[in-house]
Protein backbone atom coordinates (compact mmCIF):
# COMPACT_ATOMS: atom_id res chain seq x y z
CA UNK A 1 0.00 0.00 0.00
CA UNK A 2 0.86 3.89 -0.49
CA UNK A 3 3.63 5.35 1.57
CA UNK A 4 2.36 8.92 3.37
CA UNK A 5 6.05 9.45 4.19
CA UNK A 6 7.21 8.70 0.83
CA UNK A 7 4.94 11.62 -0.60
CA UNK A 8 5.65 14.29 1.81
CA UNK A 9 9.15 16.02 0.06
CA UNK A 10 6.71 15.72 -3.33
CA UNK A 11 4.39 17.90 -1.88
CA UNK A 12 6.57 20.17 0.01
CA UNK A 13 9.19 20.95 -3.01
CA UNK A 14 6.42 23.18 -4.63
CA UNK A 15 5.15 25.41 -1.72
CA UNK A 16 7.23 27.96 -0.45
CA UNK A 17 7.19 30.28 2.57
CA UNK A 18 4.56 33.08 3.37
CA UNK A 19 2.38 34.25 0.79
CA UNK A 20 0.45 37.54 0.14
CA UNK A 21 -0.40 37.19 -3.20
CA UNK A 22 -3.30 38.79 -4.32
CA UNK A 23 -4.17 36.87 -7.10
CA UNK A 24 -4.50 34.10 -4.78
CA UNK A 25 -8.41 33.36 -3.94
CA UNK A 26 -6.84 32.77 -0.59
CA UNK A 27 -6.04 36.14 -0.35
CA UNK A 28 -9.33 36.26 0.76
CA UNK A 29 -9.27 35.31 4.47
CA UNK A 30 -5.80 36.52 5.26
CA UNK A 31 -4.36 36.48 8.86
CA UNK A 32 -6.06 38.93 10.61
CA UNK A 33 -3.24 40.64 12.24
CA UNK A 34 -3.14 43.14 9.19
CA UNK A 35 -0.20 41.73 7.81
CA UNK A 36 -1.91 40.34 4.57
CA UNK A 37 -0.31 37.00 4.71
CA UNK A 38 -2.46 33.98 4.09
CA UNK A 39 -0.49 30.97 3.24
CA UNK A 40 2.40 29.15 4.12
CA UNK A 41 4.12 26.50 3.17
CA UNK A 42 1.20 25.81 0.64
CA UNK A 43 -1.30 25.90 4.00
CA UNK A 44 -3.83 28.47 4.10
CA UNK A 45 -5.03 30.49 7.04
CA UNK A 46 -8.35 29.27 6.71
CA UNK A 47 -7.51 25.85 6.58
CA UNK A 48 -5.11 26.54 9.32
CA UNK A 49 -7.73 27.20 11.53
CA UNK A 50 -10.26 24.91 10.32
CA UNK A 51 -7.92 21.93 11.31
CA UNK A 52 -6.72 22.93 14.65
CA UNK A 53 -9.53 21.49 16.31
CA UNK A 54 -9.17 18.10 14.43
CA UNK A 55 -5.06 18.27 14.67
CA UNK A 56 -4.86 19.86 18.37
CA UNK A 57 -3.60 23.10 18.22
CA UNK A 58 -4.78 26.77 18.53
CA UNK A 59 -4.76 28.84 15.74
CA UNK A 60 -2.75 31.80 16.29
CA UNK A 61 -1.29 34.15 13.90
CA UNK A 62 2.22 33.21 15.43
CA UNK A 63 1.86 29.12 15.50
CA UNK A 64 0.86 29.75 11.58
CA UNK A 65 3.81 31.84 10.85
CA UNK A 66 6.59 29.71 12.54
CA UNK A 67 3.97 26.09 11.02
CA UNK A 68 6.47 23.56 12.97
CA UNK A 69 6.77 20.68 10.97
CA UNK A 70 4.96 18.63 13.09
CA UNK A 71 1.63 20.88 12.32
CA UNK A 72 2.83 20.87 8.63
CA UNK A 73 2.82 16.77 7.74
CA UNK A 74 -0.83 16.45 10.43
CA UNK A 75 -2.58 18.70 8.09
CA UNK A 76 -1.63 17.59 5.48
CA UNK A 77 -2.22 14.06 6.69
CA UNK A 78 -5.46 14.37 7.74
CA UNK A 79 -6.53 16.97 5.29
CA UNK A 80 -5.09 15.65 2.34
CA UNK A 81 -3.85 12.43 2.02
CA UNK A 82 -6.62 10.74 4.19
CA UNK A 83 -9.28 11.73 2.02
CA UNK A 84 -8.15 10.21 -0.84
CA UNK A 85 -7.44 7.27 1.18
CA UNK A 86 -4.21 7.56 0.81
CA UNK A 87 -3.00 4.30 3.22
CA UNK A 88 -5.72 1.92 1.20
CA UNK A 89 -4.36 2.96 -2.44
CA UNK A 90 -1.98 0.01 -3.85
CA UNK A 91 0.35 1.98 -6.08
CA UNK A 92 2.86 4.63 -4.58
CA UNK A 93 2.44 6.41 -8.02
CA UNK A 94 -1.42 6.64 -8.12
CA UNK A 95 -1.26 7.81 -4.47
CA UNK A 96 1.39 10.48 -5.14
CA UNK A 97 -0.19 12.15 -8.07
CA UNK A 98 -3.20 11.88 -6.18
CA UNK A 99 -2.17 13.78 -2.90
CA UNK A 100 0.07 16.19 -4.63
CA UNK A 101 -3.46 17.25 -6.57
CA UNK A 102 -5.51 16.96 -3.90
CA UNK A 103 -2.88 19.44 -1.98
CA UNK A 104 -3.49 21.92 -4.47
CA UNK A 105 -7.22 21.97 -5.90
CA UNK A 106 -9.39 20.12 -3.24
CA UNK A 107 -11.63 17.25 -4.74
CA UNK A 108 -11.12 18.01 -7.71
CA UNK A 109 -8.46 15.90 -7.92
CA UNK A 110 -11.06 13.17 -7.19
CA UNK A 111 -13.27 14.15 -9.47
CA UNK A 112 -11.08 13.66 -12.30
CA UNK A 113 -9.40 10.32 -11.25
CA UNK A 114 -13.76 9.24 -11.32
CA UNK A 115 -13.98 10.53 -14.56
CA UNK A 116 -10.82 8.80 -15.77
CA UNK A 117 -12.05 5.90 -14.07
CA UNK A 118 -15.32 6.35 -16.28
CA UNK A 119 -13.67 7.36 -19.62
CA UNK A 120 -10.69 5.01 -19.59
CA UNK A 121 -11.59 1.86 -17.75
CA UNK A 122 -15.43 1.63 -18.32
CA UNK A 123 -16.51 2.21 -14.40
CA UNK A 124 -20.03 4.23 -13.91
CA UNK A 125 -19.06 6.46 -11.23
CA UNK A 126 -20.39 8.72 -9.65
CA UNK A 127 -18.25 12.09 -10.47
CA UNK A 128 -18.82 13.38 -6.81
CA UNK A 129 -14.62 13.93 -5.57
CA UNK A 130 -15.56 11.92 -2.42
CA UNK A 131 -12.71 8.97 -2.39
CA UNK A 132 -15.40 6.13 -1.30
CA UNK A 133 -15.88 2.42 -1.32
CA UNK A 134 -16.57 2.05 -5.00
CA UNK A 135 -14.06 4.58 -6.22
CA UNK A 136 -11.45 2.81 -4.34
CA UNK A 137 -12.33 -0.19 -5.31
CA UNK A 138 -11.98 0.51 -8.82
CA UNK A 139 -8.87 2.39 -8.04
CA UNK A 140 -6.93 -0.72 -7.16
CA UNK A 141 -8.48 -2.52 -9.69
CA UNK A 142 -7.33 -0.91 -12.94
CA UNK A 143 -3.26 -1.40 -14.07
CA UNK A 144 -1.74 1.02 -12.18
CA UNK A 145 0.53 1.77 -14.84
CA UNK A 146 -2.08 3.04 -17.37
CA UNK A 147 -4.01 4.90 -14.51
CA UNK A 148 -1.09 6.91 -13.70
CA UNK A 149 -0.51 7.86 -16.61
CA UNK A 150 -4.10 9.31 -17.42
CA UNK A 151 -4.50 11.18 -14.52
CA UNK A 152 -0.89 12.87 -15.60
CA UNK A 153 -2.92 13.26 -19.00
CA UNK A 154 -5.76 14.45 -16.72
CA UNK A 155 -3.93 16.79 -14.36
CA UNK A 156 -2.21 18.87 -17.63
CA UNK A 157 -6.04 19.39 -18.79
CA UNK A 158 -7.14 20.75 -15.90
CA UNK A 159 -4.06 23.09 -15.19
CA UNK A 160 -5.27 24.44 -19.36
CA UNK A 161 -8.51 24.87 -18.26
CA UNK A 162 -8.15 26.63 -15.14
CA UNK A 163 -5.66 28.82 -16.94
CA UNK A 164 -7.94 30.26 -19.23
CA UNK A 165 -8.59 32.50 -16.35
CA UNK A 166 -7.21 35.30 -16.27
CA UNK A 167 -6.23 35.43 -12.72
CA UNK A 168 -4.79 31.74 -13.14
CA UNK A 169 -2.89 32.57 -16.26
CA UNK A 170 0.42 33.64 -14.53
CA UNK A 171 0.33 30.44 -12.50
CA UNK A 172 0.13 27.87 -15.60
CA UNK A 173 4.04 27.60 -16.05
CA UNK A 174 4.23 26.70 -12.12
CA UNK A 175 1.76 24.34 -12.69
CA UNK A 176 2.55 22.37 -15.24
CA UNK A 177 6.40 22.39 -14.03
CA UNK A 178 4.71 20.95 -10.48
CA UNK A 179 2.72 18.40 -12.28
CA UNK A 180 5.50 16.82 -14.52
CA UNK A 181 7.95 16.55 -10.99
CA UNK A 182 5.04 14.84 -9.22
CA UNK A 183 4.75 12.60 -11.98
CA UNK A 184 8.35 12.08 -12.76
CA UNK A 185 8.61 10.95 -9.35
CA UNK A 186 5.35 9.27 -9.45
CA UNK A 187 6.57 6.93 -12.25
CA UNK A 188 9.70 5.47 -10.46
CA UNK A 189 7.66 3.87 -8.40
CA UNK A 190 6.23 1.76 -11.01
CA UNK A 191 7.51 -1.82 -12.15
CA UNK A 192 8.55 -0.80 -15.31
CA UNK A 193 9.20 2.97 -15.17
CA UNK A 194 10.17 3.13 -18.76
CA UNK A 195 7.04 2.18 -20.27
CA UNK A 196 5.02 5.47 -18.94
CA UNK A 197 7.36 7.92 -20.10
CA UNK A 198 7.53 5.67 -23.82
CA UNK A 199 3.44 5.87 -22.99
CA UNK A 200 3.21 9.87 -23.30
CA UNK A 201 5.78 9.59 -25.82
CA UNK A 202 3.59 7.62 -28.16
CA UNK A 203 0.01 8.47 -26.87
CA UNK A 204 -0.04 4.82 -26.46
CA UNK A 205 -1.07 3.83 -22.88
CA UNK A 206 -1.22 0.05 -21.54
Do not use: C
Not at 15 to 23: D, R
Not at 45 to 56: D, E, N
Amino acid sequence: MADFKLAIPIIKRSEGGLSKNTSDSASNYPVPDGSGYHTNKGITWLTFTSMAKKVGYVATPKLFYEMPESIWQAITKIGYWDTIQGDKIRSQSVATILVDWNFGSGNWAVKNLQSVLNTKFNYKLLVDGDLGLMTLKATNSVDQKSLTNWLYQARLAFIDKISKNGNNAKFKSGWLDDAKYTYDMAIKYLPAAAGGLLALATGVFF
